[in-house]
């Protein structure tokens, strides 16, 4: 009897399943690579625009980040711009996370309020994966105001740099399920698994051929018995 062939000793075999888990599966290893877990720093960048002219993008140090999956709020320092009087409104912008999400242009300095400025920052994240940011400029609440008296002087006073900016981060969780994508995963991983069987069931079927056509001819070529005819 011929010895089973084991699905391992089939090199072609073998690379064809990891054909199927590197086409069916890319998204694992990039979702590792940029996957937050709780209490992690979110890196956080920032430029800013003064009449007509832009600065380069600053990375902020980690205790002006968001910090995934943490509410908070924290002070942080906006530095003067080159060539400040005064006259014109000053913008900020930032990019988040290592996705890089961008919040479009606030506007801080000389925005038409007799308030204090603040930055609401909202967050959507679900599980370990960041997915998204937007942000807007409010005023800042009386009560923390009246907490911190200073903050309100520094920021009026024109002489006075840097200014500093209260950001308040708010994490939202939500579920996304996408449907489209999941049937085409589960239709492709379907089809490809449906393929490499059939290349086995083809090769096992060659084998088992080749096997019966061996035997027939061993069988042919052995001498048969002789049977008389008595009359």
Known sequence: ??????????????????????????????TFAVAYRPGDIVPMSRMGQYHSSRTVWHDLIGRHCPIFAVNREVLMPIPKPT?????????ISFQVGREKFLIPWLLIVNR?????????????????????????????THHYV???????????????????????????????IDVASGFYVLFGSGLMLSFIL??????????????????????SNMPGEVIAKVE
């Open 146 to 176: 009246e907490i911190h008296p200073e903050i309100r002087k520094q920021f009026w006073d024109s002489q006075h740099w840097p200014k500093h900016i209260l950001v308040r981060y708010t994490w939202k969780e939500h579920s996304d």
């Open 1 to 30: 009897m011929a010895a089973s062939t084991s699905t391992w000793s089939k090199p072609w075999l073998l690379s064809a399943w990891q054909l199927l888990f590197m086409l069916l599966f890319p998204s694992v290893f990039s």
């Open 83 to 91: 060539g400040y009087t005064g006259a014109d409104p000053y913008k």
């Open 198 to 219: 059939s290349i086995y069931i083809l090769q096992s079927s060659r084998e088992k051929l080749e096997r019966f056509v061996r035997e027939t001819v061993v069988e």
């Open 112 to 140: 038409k309020s007799t308030e204090v400025p603040m930055i609401e920052v909202e967050l959507r994240y679900s599980g370990n994966d960041f997915h998204g940011v937007t942000a807007k400029v409010v005023d800042m």
